[in-house]
């Protein structure tokens, strides 16, 4: 079983759509982070959230850090198909562990 | 500035040949990880060094041997390949913060073994 669980695994909306998606665990976490992969390519950091309960907005993205700091969401406005890709969540204590991912595709 | 750099891009082995996996990173960080990933697992970390001349295991340890050369390098070693070996693999190099860490991956190795 994964540390971390995201869902919905696959996800596909059209564009101007709203989405969320979730990563939860039963472990508290020091740091929550998300991160974008392309094909091809390793992940790359989209937000770091530290304290529970808190919110940060990137452009038409919001995360959020839940209150007991073991899971998180994020939320998408307006989906453009430039947003599609996989997303992962990673929590950080010792050392750094990430769920399985939610692949998103935009269709235009 | 190259960030992290990962060598080869893609091997293919026979099952028990043995390869080692090169990683470099030029921004100075003290950690560095090895992480693969498989369809539907994500990444698994299966090695990380929390500084030159430590190594730790990960999730996903077993078949495999890490050597943190240097500060700059951090190379993963299959001694025996297994099919099951047969993955993307992904160094990390870690900027740590007072209250967080940020990670930078290299582009990726993929490996089968037949």
């Known amino acids: 079983t994964q540390l971390l669980e995201q869902s919905p695994q696959f996800l596909s909306i059209q564009e101007g759509e709203n989405l969320t998606v979730y990563c939860n665990s039963s472990?508290?976490?020091?740091?929550l982070q998300w991160y974008r992969q392309e094909p091809g390519e390793g992940p790359v950091l989209l937000v770091t959230?530290?304290?529970?309960?808190e919110v940060k907005k990137l452009k038409r993205l919001t995360f959020q850090f839940g209150d007991a700091r073991k899971d998180s969401s994020l939320h998408i406005t307006a989906a453009q198909p430039g947003d599609t890709g996989l997303y992962l969540c990673?929590?950080?204590?010792?050392?750094?562990?990430f769920g399985a991912g939610t692949r998103l595709t935009v269709k235009p | 500035n190259a960030g992290v750099t990962q060598t080869p891009k893609f091997q293919v082995l026979k099952t028990g040949q043995s390869m080692t996996l090169q990683c470099a990173q030029d921004?100075?960080?003290?950690?560095m990880y090895w992480y693969r990933q498989d369809p539907g697992m994500g990444l698994r970390l299966i090695y990380y060094?929390?500084?030159?001349?430590?190594?730790d295991k990960g999730e996903v340890p077993n078949g495999y041997n890490v050597s943190r050369l240097n500060k700059r390098e951090f190379s993963l070693r299959l001694e025996s390949a297994a099919p099951s070996q047969t993955s993307v693999y992904f160094c990390?190099?870690?900027?740590?913060?007072?209250?967080?860490?940020?990670?930078?991956f290299g582009s990726g190795t993929q490996l089968s073994v037949l």
């Open positions: 990673a929590g950080a204590n010792n050392d750094m562990r």
């Open positions: 472990s508290v976490f020091s740091s």
């Open positions: 959230v530290v304290t529970g309960g």
């Open positions: 921004m100075n960080h003290n950690s």
């Open positions: 060094s929390a500084s030159e001349g430590t190594t």
């Open positions: 990390a190099s870690v900027w740590s913060g007072q209250l967080n860490e940020k990670l930078f």
